[in-house]
């Protein structure tokens, strides 16, 4: 028989997650800026929305991370954000039209829970049941 639609399962960041909490804060952030805990976000395979930002017809890469170079590229360590495996797994997300400022690299954790960034404040999001 034929179906509709992809055969393949959903990404596991795919779906609509509410920021937590802010978990390591960082010393970029301009006053004003940022996403307020409760601020919903989704991802899936047509677009992608973080608070009042869009992101049309998104790609998703995969990569990882050892924990020392993500440490050098991020200036915290997985451990501050609660990241106990190595390497580290990371989600880019590339936009064919719009923009994501907080949502564009997603740090994926082994709880289920992510990790975004915006201005050097790292955000934890849930998934919405």
């Given at each position: 028989?034929?179906?509709?639609?992809?055969?393949?399962?959903?990404?596991?960041?795919?779906?609509?997650?509410?920021?937590?909490?802010?978990?390591?804060?960082?010393?970029?952030?301009?006053?004003?800026?940022?996403?307020?805990?409760?601020?919903?976000?989704?991802?899936?395979?047509?677009?992608?929305?973080?608070?009042?930002?869009?992101?049309?017809?998104?790609?998703?890469?995969?990569?990882?991370?050892?924990?020392?170079?993500?440490t050098e590229a991020y200036r915290v360590t997985p451990q501050q954000l609660s990241i106990a495996t190595e390497?580290?797994?990371?989600?880019?997300?590339?936009?064919?039209?719009?923009?994501?400022?907080?949502?564009?690299?997603?740090?994926?954790?082994?709880?289920?829970?992510?990790?975004?960034?915006?201005?050097?404040?790292?955000?934890?999001?849930?998934?919405?049941?």
């Amino acid at each position: 028989m034929a179906g509709c639609g992809s055969s393949s399962p959903p990404e596991p960041f795919h779906g609509t997650w509410t920021v937590a909490s802010v978990i390591a804060p960082g010393v970029s952030a301009a006053p004003g800026r940022g996403l307020a805990v409760g601020t919903e976000a989704r991802f899936g395979p047509g677009d992608a929305l973080v608070g009042g930002q869009a992101c049309d017809e998104p790609t998703y890469t995969k990569r990882s991370l050892w924990a020392q170079t993500f440490t050098e590229a991020y200036r915290v360590t997985p451990q501050q954000l609660s990241i106990a495996t190595e390497p580290v797994a990371l989600v880019d997300v590339a936009c064919a039209s719009g923009r994501l400022e907080a949502g564009s690299t997603l740090i994926l954790r082994s709880d289920g829970s992510m990790v975004t960034m915006w201005d050097g404040v790292f955000y934890e999001l849930r998934k919405q049941q």
